[in-house]
């Protein structure tokens, strides 16, 4: 089971997954590290995902497309704004026009990740930070629509809490 | 594929009315059972009309409705708005599962190189 923990908050708009890997903590990050390495895993196979650039450092920008079964390319783009090598960085995502001009709305999101050694695996923790919903609601039309197609039939857990 | 199409400022509304402690614990009551404004304003240390305001917000988000009966108004939560809040980061979470099952076939695929050589 890789899967050790999901939290979601609807009130703070955020998203923490925690994963394990059976691999060192150096060959998970390269998996972010490496673009031709990170499209192999960031895209679902039906929406796969070309980084065009992908300059991993503080201050670096990534861009990258997905392709849609319809052949559209929704763009996004990174902003690292922390590495701390190799177990620790951040990163502003947003979305871009046709054209690769960076769209103002939805507003960025921000994301953390986190790599720590746990008896030889590695986690991975990844914060994933909505300023609105309407970013989170690109981020899943651009993500995943087998996704999409799943959550609906989902209970949510919050209403769950609700009513206890 | 038929995805109900969440209006952003529809979601963006019930964000906000749930980012206040208060009214999550109203929006909390109300799902278990109706209550009257009246009830809720003696459950806090605030005014009637404070807690109205509360009311209001949680109205406007339609996670909650009013109606009036005789002199009290009665307030019952509405379950729909938040299933769909929810919905949007149950489909986020499947993102995430399925690039960790993406990344463990790239690392199951590291290991068999490994034995081969």
């Known amino acids: 089971m890789t899967v050790v923990s999901v939290n979601k908050d609807v009130e703070a708009r955020t998203l923490t997954f925690v994963a394990e890997f059976d691999a060192p903590v150096e060959r998970v ?9 990170l499209e192999r895993w960031w895209g679902p196979p039906s929406y796969p995902a070309t980084f065009v650039t992908h300059d991993f450092r503080v201050g670096g920008e990534s861009t990258y497309y997905m392709t849609t079964p319809e052949g559209e390319t929704p763009r996004g783009w990174w902003d690292i704004t922390v ?9 502003d995502d947003g979305f871009s026009d046709e054209n690769g001009e960076r769209m103002t709305t939805p507003e960025a999101g921000h994301a953390v990740v986190v790599l720590e050694d746990v ?22 039309k651009m993500g995943m629509e087998e996704g999409m197609r799943l959550a609906m039939g989902q209970i949510d857990d919050l209403l769950k809490e609700v009513s206890v | 594929m038929v995805v109900t199409k969440l209006s952003d400022n529809e ?48 109205e406007r988000a339609q996670l909650i409705t009013k109606e ?5 108004q009665i307030v019952h ?11 949007l980061l149950d489909a986020y ?6 690039r960790v099952e993406s990344i463990q076939q790239i690392l199951d695929q590291d290991n068999r190189k490994g034995t081969e050589s």
């Open chain 2, 11 to 58: 979601v963006d509304r019930i964000f906000q009315a749930l980012a206040d402690a208060t009214r999550r614990d109203i929006v909390q009551r109300v799902m278990v059972r109706e209550q009257s404004v009246s009830d809720l304003a003696r459950a806090y240390a605030m005014s009637f009309a404070a807690v109205q305001k509360h009311v209001a917000v949680l």
């Open chain 1, 29 to 37: 990050w390269q998996l972010w590290e490496d673009p031709r390495q």
């Open chain 2, 68 to 72: 009036r009966r005789g002199r009290e």
């Open chain 1, 83 to 91: 590495i701390d090598a190799p177990t620790r960085f951040e990163f």
């Open chain 2, 77 to 87: 939560g509405d379950p729909q708005m938040l299933r769909r809040a929810a919905r």
């Open chain 2, 93 to 98: 979470e499947e993102i995430w599962r399925a």
């Open chain 1, 119 to 140: 008896n030889g695996k590695t986690r991975m923790t990844t914060t994933n930070y909505f300023p609105t919903a309407e970013l989170l609601e690109e981020m899943v």
